[in-house]
């Protein structure tokens, strides 16, 4: 009874769920390791009331402390089952807004195959809040939608009778919108909940390699560094072994501090969108004692990118980047992906002449940056820092910071990624300004061979890009509406003319709305007429203006939006090039498929 009434009166519950947090300090690079995959169908409720934390479900308390049977609202088995990985919101018309809480739960059998074996379970993106319940014990919390985490589970499951003994996975997942969270709760796109990305379950050595980074040293040659982590906690003993066959390097460096650093001579062919050369990279660790080992592969390119003035220099070379942004919503799947879907979208870029994406507004899935490595295509890729975030809480700050690392760890060995972003059109305060120049900060320090920028703003009154953030960026993103939502086309050439930024712009955003098949004037808004005119005055302007290093239109593909509702848009923003089916191209598309292709 005690406990019962604990429960409805502890408005705090939450605070029982901060700690652990599972957070990029844990975060293990997965590339070349087997793994269990924990995708399929799992038991689902959607706890609206968030009962399953207040009242502890995932204790599976079923009688009193007289051992007399209690009654329980929870059902584990008797609830119904919904895939993951996929957006809740899209698998039930009652879900289709559902902002709370949905509790997850599923078994598994484990059998440990080597002695010392580490259980790790990762999530590769579950929006928003995260916590993880493994056989009745809490073992960590995550926040953000996009980026992965993993949770070290060896102490929690059972290894007596394990052949036959089902572990017991309960998984809430809180999905409400927030002014605290990153994205706020005011967003232009779908903001959707639930486990969306690929649960797998990773088997480690006690000692194991947890992280690398390896990229074309500015001498030319190879610097590597190499991160070993003890599941055990205690001081890392021993040697990494650095191959990349190809280039005839073979080298070892003793790990020091958790970590084994490398500089080596090579001549590696320079990776580009014309020749996409990958290497194949195999790390190997071999304790002081000679007992554990670990081993574990990756292919990587070698690529320079650079900013000198107002130009963007791949491998010494000015380049042009030709792109187009996109979102990862799909009209079946939400933000669920798969790799039918991320080639597609690599095609439909070529098709247009392009070989650059500006991966908008969060972290895409992890399987884009390595297509894309193959595929030779340039990648920007952002962070959730989008419009009036709480800029003055440091909770949102930490929970920012942590999301860039998140980002950054992930998928700084892929040399497709040229550009990290750290936010989205922002009212330039001092407090965004502190944000903003400490992600800035933080995105150099854990990768200073890329390029930092964000989509700034423009100063409409005065007519020229201004905006203090850009002082801390190497290129400067505009989002510029001029003939959408400033109908006054004209003063276009005038922004550019008057600005004078010192460093490379790209154009992040420019568009306007078509529904598919509309028809008019080039003067009649919503057609597709009216944004294949926009395109051809912007492209005539743009291509004019030398500091210009690229651009990204907004949109590839229509998307849904809640706060779209005029009836050309119907809860989809219908900027797109191409229409939210992904097959019928609008003209516009042809515009730009015309200039790219010049
Ligand atoms: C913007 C935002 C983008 C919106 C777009 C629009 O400036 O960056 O997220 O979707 O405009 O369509 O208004």
């Known amino acids: 009874m005690a406990v019962f009434q604990e429960d409805i009166h502890n408005t705090a519950y939450e605070a029982k769920y901060r700690e652990p947090r599972l957070e990029s300090g844990g975060l293990i690079n997965t590339a070349g390791r087997n793994c269990e995959s924990l995708n399929g169908r799992w038991n689902f409720a959607a706890d609206w009331y968030d009962t399953c934390r207040r009242a502890d479900w995932f204790k599976e308390?079923?009688?009193?402390?007289?051992?007399?049977?209690?009654?329980?609202?929870?059902?584990?088995e008797g609830w119904e089952r919904i895939p993951v990985p996929a957006c809740w919101n899209l698998e039930k018309p009652e879900l289709h807004y559902f902002e709370g809480t949905g509790v997850y739960t599923r078994t598994f059998r484990y059998v440990p195959k080597e002695p010392g074996e580490r259980l790790i379970?990762?999530?590769?993106?579950?929006?928003?809040?995260?916590?993880?319940?493994?056989?009745?014990?809490?073992?960590?919390?995550?926040?953000?939608?996009?980026?992965?985490?993993?949770?070290?589970?060896?102490?929690?499951?059972?290894?007596?009778?394990?052949?036959?003994?089902?572990?017991?996975?309960?998984?809430?997942?809180?999905?409400?919108?927030?002014?605290?969270?990153?994205?706020?709760?005011?967003?232009?796109?779908?903001?959707?909940?639930?486990?969306?990305r690929d649960v797998y379950l990773y088997r480690l050595p006690p000692v194991f390699i947890k992280d690398w980074f390896v990229r074309l040293a500015t001498d030319g040659g190879i610097d590597a560094d190499v991160y070993i982590a003890n599941a055990e906690g205690g001081k890392v003993q021993g040697t990494v072994c650095l191959k990349i066959p190809e280039l005839g390097v073979q080298a070892e460096a003793a790990v020091q501090d958790g970590k084994a650093s490398f500089h080596v001579k090579a001549n590696a062919e320079r990776w580009s969108p014309e020749s996409p050369k990958l290497y194949e990279v195999t790390l190997g660790f071999t304790a002081a004692d000679g007992k554990t080992r670990d081993q574990t592969h990756d292919r990587i390119g070698f690529r320079e990118i650079a900013v000198n003035g107002t130009d963007v220099l791949l491998n010494g070379k000015k380049i042009f980047l030709k792109g187009v942004s996109v979102h990862e919503d799909h009209f079946a799947l939400g933000k669920t992906t798969n790799e039918d879907i991320i080639r597609q979208t690599i095609r439909d870029l070529k098709e247009m002449n392009g070989y650059y994406l500006r991966l908008a507004h969060y972290p895409h899935d992890a399987r884009f940056a390595k297509i894309a490595d193959e595929e030779g295509v340039l990648l920007w890729e952002e962070v959730p820092v989008y419009w009036a975030v709480a800029f003055d809480n440091p909770g949102t700050y930490a929970d920012a910071e942590n999301q860039l690392a998140e980002l950054v760890l992930r998928d700084r060995n892929r040399a497709s990624v040229i550009i990290w972003s750290v936010g989205n059109e922002n009212a330039d305060t001092d407090s965004r300004f502190a944000f903003m120049s400490g992600l800035a900060k933080k995105a150099k320090a854990l990768d200073p061979t890329r390029p930092v920028s964000a989509a700034c703003l423009i100063n409409h009154d005065e007519l020229r890009i201004e905006d203090r953030l850009t002082s801390v960026l190497d290129i400067i993103g505009i989002n510029e509406y001029l003939g959408w939502y400033d109908p006054d086309f004209s003063k276009l050439p005038k922004i550019l003319a008057n600005s004078a930024p010192g460093k490379p712009v790209v154009i992040t955003e420019f568009g306007g709305d078509a529904r598919t098949g509309q028809r008019g004037t080039a003067d009649d808004l919503w057609t597709e007429d009216k944004q294949k005119a926009l395109y051809e005055q912007q492209i005539a302007v743009i291509k004019q203006c030398s500091y210009i290093a690229g651009m990204t239109p907004w949109i590839f593909y229509d998307f849904r939006c809640p706060r779209r509702l005029n009836r050309y848009q119907e809860h989809f923003n219908r900027k797109g090039l191409i229409d939210a089916d992904r097959v019928r191209h609008k003209g516009a598309f042809y515009v730009m498929r015309q200039f790219y292709g010049e």
């Open 121 to 196: 379970l990762r999530f590769e993106g579950a929006a928003y809040n995260t916590c993880v319940f493994v056989n009745g014990t809490f073992v960590g919390s995550h926040d953000g939608a996009s980026t992965p985490f993993n949770v070290d589970i060896t102490a929690a499951v059972k290894t007596e009778d394990f052949s036959f003994t089902e572990n017991r996975i309960v998984v809430t997942v809180d999905a409400r919108r927030s002014p605290l969270r990153i994205p706020m709760d005011n967003t232009d796109w779908f903001l959707y909940g639930g486990i969306y």
């Open 61 to 76: 308390v079923t009688t009193n402390a007289a051992g007399l049977p209690q009654p329980v609202d929870w059902d584990w």
